[in-house]
């Protein structure tokens, strides 16, 4: 790997660290509030919303400039989202300052990979990425969890400067002090990536041209023939894991008696089985074999719904260790897929503001049927079971899909047919 790459992992860990971490701490800074128990995952549709809405926008921003400018002008962002939230405004309104800053970092953390290796090594960078990001996940999780408990907390809101008030009073608001450092960290990184060397152009100045040409983005790659088995997989993983984040927060609860921080310990349960599985996916999947990984998302749907007969610490680690294995084992390769086939067909920044829109939509939709099953007080096994089912035959459809496109005889091979339909 490139030298570069490295910094790269460096960058998206600190940030990534510092998202994960921000999530416990908003929902620490909403309970502190007495808001309603469905603000919770509302908060993630707050975060997201930005990735569909400025979609068209930010894959022509992040193909315009040098990626690594692209990803520190981000980062900047999340911090003045931070800020705000320490300026007691409403932490959804804040956490969507913060999902500004992440959706236009995205397309430039992403589509760096693509202008600085060759195709051949994309499923192992993007085995190093998810696995940097997982572990950041994992570690995310653990530090908003550890920042929110009364041990931790208490020792940072000890330290006070002296003569000022910095008006630092509570144990969310110390967490999101820390969180800002790391996003410093990260900004560091930022400005030492360096320059692939990729002609950029400037973005048209007419956003209706913008949204014509992102659209046309968007059909084209739900056209082409290993595009769209991808994307529709990806699209259903990361609106699944945003949902799991919530409900394992609440089955924790229940089942286990677990309050915030402890429940926060057992999403990184689930992060260690996802780095595991990315790596094993990394080390044993080749780019050519990526779609064969598809039965495993039907397993994993089977699986998540087996939790909702444990109650016992260990076998519950032991399920979600084994959930995000399966997740991150599928994942990998269908995200590596779907990088590769919108390189080819649009470009690197373009094609991975398609592969957010789609992803945040799964992401707005599931999260948002979980928020309206806890607002109309459906239980929480309930919800498993639902949510389980839905994931298990969502990918058994796309499966079916895959095979029919196969026997059209019309897919796309990945490597020497890298053109787009029609021969564009």
């Not at 300052?97 to 060759?118: D, F």
């Not at 692939?196 to 949204?211: C, E, F, I, K, Q």
């Amino acid at each position: 790997m490139k030298r570069g790459f490295y910094t790269i992992m460096a960058a998206q860990f600190f940030s990534s660290l510092a998202d994960n971490a921000l999530l416990v701490a908003a929902i620490a800074l909403l309970r502190q509030m007495n808001e309603a128990a469905w603000m919770t995952p509302a908060l993630k549709q707050s975060f997201v919303v930005s990735y569909v809405v400025l979609a068209p926008l930010v894959g022509a921003f992040a193909d315009a400039m040098p990626k690594g400018r692209v990803m520190l002008i981000t980062n900047g962002i999340k911090i003045v989202g931070c800020s705000l939230m320490l300026f007691h405004v409403h932490p959804l309104a804040a956490y969507a300052v913060v999902g500004l800053g992440a959706a236009a970092y995205s397309p430039a953390k992403y589509g760096i990979l693509t202008e600085l290796l060759p195709p051949q090594q994309l499923v192992i960078a993007n085995g190093w990425i998810e696995g940097t990001t997982v572990s950041s996940i994992i570690l995310g999780v653990l530090l908003g969890g550890a920042l929110v408990s009364q041990k931790v907390s208490t020792a940072l809101l000890g330290f006070d400067l002296p003569m000022i008030d910095t008006g630092i009073d509570t144990p969310p608001e110390a967490a999101i002090c820390f969180i800002m450092a790391c996003y410093a960290i990260a900004a560091v990184f930022n400005w030492y990536i360096p320059d692939t060397g990729v002609d950029h152009r400037p973005p048209s100045a007419n956003p209706v041209a913008l949204v014509r040409e992102f659209a046309h983005c968007v059909s084209l790659l739900w056209r082409d023939k290993l595009g769209q088995i991808s994307l529709a997989t990806t699209t259903l993983f990361w609106g699944a894991g945003a949902t799991l984040q919530f409900i394992v927060i609440d089955w924790a609860a229940k089942n286990l008696g677990f309050n915030l921080s402890q429940a926060s310990y057992l999403q990184g349960v689930v992060a260690v089985g996802i780095a595991a599985g990315a790596i094993l996916a990394a080390r044993w999947i080749s780019l050519r074999d990526a779609v064969r990984v598809l039965p495993l998302g039907v397993a994993m749907g089977f699986v998540v719904v087996t939790m909702v007969v444990v109650t016992n610490l260990p076998v519950a680690v032991v399920l979600m260790i084994l959930v995000g294995g399966l997740a991150g084992f599928f994942v990998v390769p269908m995200n590596a897929l779907l990088q590769h086939r919108g390189h080819v067909l649009m470009g690197a920044g373009h094609s991975i503001a398609v592969q957010n829109f789609n992803e945040n939509i799964g992401i707005l939709i599931m999260v948002g049927l979980y928020a309206l099953m806890v607002r109309s007080g459906l239980s929480v096994n309930l919800a498993i079971a639902l949510f389980g089912a839905f994931v298990a035959g969502t990918m058994a459809l796309v499966m079916v899909r895959h095979r029919l496109n196969q026997s059209s005889g019309d897919s796309l091979h990945l490597i020497g047919m890298d053109k787009p339909p029609g021969g564009h």
